[in-house]
């Protein structure tokens, strides 16, 4: 940790410090490739792992791109990169940080946008992953740096619009101060997981977060829209995806949030009311705007594409789904299925609280989801490994649970 913010020690860790300046001031922003390459020599001077975070402009762009880039690293101190002026071209960044752990907090949202920059971590430490495995009940990085360090971070930028130019500079100072004490948390948090004998758990973990293949494209993304629960008639059903479709077009046109192009609330009201012409359109709410009513002939054009499709095009209102039905159903579905899934849950829940860990990282639901409904054929404790292991669970969460729910899916229906 910088002298400047030496941790507090004895009565000094009842109030925690709030800390609204970096220990050495607020770097410059790197925004030449000049600058890039005397940054990425101070960082290869460095000692120890590098903290890394980034600032995307959610809620306000379409892409989920890095707009800022903060590294931090003990004798190198804190660095903050601008990708936009430099095109997006970081490679001595590569080099200066290549066989260099990253400690990273919430490390999956992150390291897509920075794999978009060529920037990929040799080894990973995850903080906000290493609080879950040590059972803190609070593990967004203020709480954690409260918690371990004793400081209090001023919060008020993360949902800010990190596209605009020229960044203020309390923007900069609260990236900066993201970065500036992720190095001791790491240290803090690594200890507390060796005495807990988690740490190789977490290591685990981590190369399972580092080496994730990016998410498939959802088949059908459109019914993710918010209130779509509501809609069960297929016209309607159409026309959502067909509004869907059109403001996904102009987002992504237009590097906009989808959300500031149309809100889903505004698509659930038009496919529900169907107006018949711009008129009735304009006459919504929203809809009304003078934004909107320029876009209002786009908008029926995709409304009334989906009133013009035949009854074979409409959209099945029961959305696909490759996994199994809602636990809900499965007493009328499967009572056997049922039955296994209730006996698994109280037997990990017991294992999960005598190792002080959340439920969901001992075992993903939809994991134990699946091998509740579809369940080996002889589940004893070795094929039960073997389960699990091909479905993607780690040695640690199968050393802990495979006996467990071996029993379980022995267990008949009621």
């Known amino acids: 940790m910088d002298a400047a913010h030496s941790e507090p020690t004895g009565s000094d860790r009842s109030e925690p410090v709030l800390l609204t300046e970096p220990a050495d001031g607020t770097p410059s922003v790197v925004d030449t490739p000049e600058a890039l390459h005397t940054a990425a020599a101070a960082l290869a001077a460095g000692q120890g792992p590098v903290a890394v975070d980034t600032e995307r402009a959610s809620g306000y762009r379409y892409w989920q791109r890095a707009y800022l880039v903060q590294l931090h690293r003990e004798g190198s101190g804190t660095v903050l990169v601008d990708p936009l002026p430099l095109a997006g071209e970081l490679s001595p960044l590569v080099a200066a940080l290549s066989d260099t752990e990253w400690v990273l907090h919430a490390a999956s949202q992150d390291l897509p946008c920075l794999a978009e920059l060529g920037l990929y971590p040799g080894r990973l430490f995850d903080t906000e992953l290493a609080g879950r495995l040590a059972g803190f009940d609070r593990v967004s990085l203020g709480a954690l740096v409260e918690r371990m360090l004793s400081y209090q971070l001023e919060k008020g930028h993360s949902a800010v619009d990190w596209s605009r130019r020229p960044l203020p500079r309390d923007w900069l100072v609260y990236a900066a101060l993201d970065v500036e004490l992720l190095i001791a948390l790491r240290s803090a948090l690594r200890a ?194 073997r389960t699990l292991r091909a479905r993607g669970a780690r040695e640690w969460q199968i050393s802990l649970t495979a006996e467990a729910l071996s029993t379980a899916l022995d267990t008949p229906a009621i």
């Open 192 to 385: 507390e997981l060796d005495g807990q004998g988690k740490l190789e758990w977490a290591h685990e973990e981590f190369e399972t977060v580092r080496t994730a293949e990016p998410p498939a494209a959802r088949p059908e993304p459109w019914r993710r829209t918010s209130g779509i629960h509501r809609i069960r008639q297929p016209r309607q059903l159409a026309a959502v995806r067909s509004l869907w479709q059109a403001r996904d077009a102009l987002a992504r046109e237009r590097d906009l949030a989808p959300g500031r192009v149309l809100p889903d609330s505004s698509i659930m009201q038009a496919a529900q009311t169907n107006p018949a012409n711009e008129a009735e359109l304009t006459a919504l709410p929203v809809f009304g705007g003078k934004q909107q009513r320029r876009r209002a002939s786009m908008w029926m054009r995709a409304l009334n594409a989906a009133r013009s499709l035949p009854k074979s095009e409409l959209p099945d209102p029961t959305p696909p789904n490759d996994g199994p039905p809602p636990a809900n159903r499965w007493s009328d579905r499967d009572p056997a299925a049922a039955a296994r899934l209730s006996a698994a849950r109280t037997a990990l829940a017991e294992i999960a609280e005598t190792n002080s860990l959340p439920m969901e990282n001992l075992i993903l639901p939809d994991l134990l989801r699946r091998t509740c409904w579809d369940p080996p054929e002889n589940p004893d404790p070795e094929t039960v490994a």
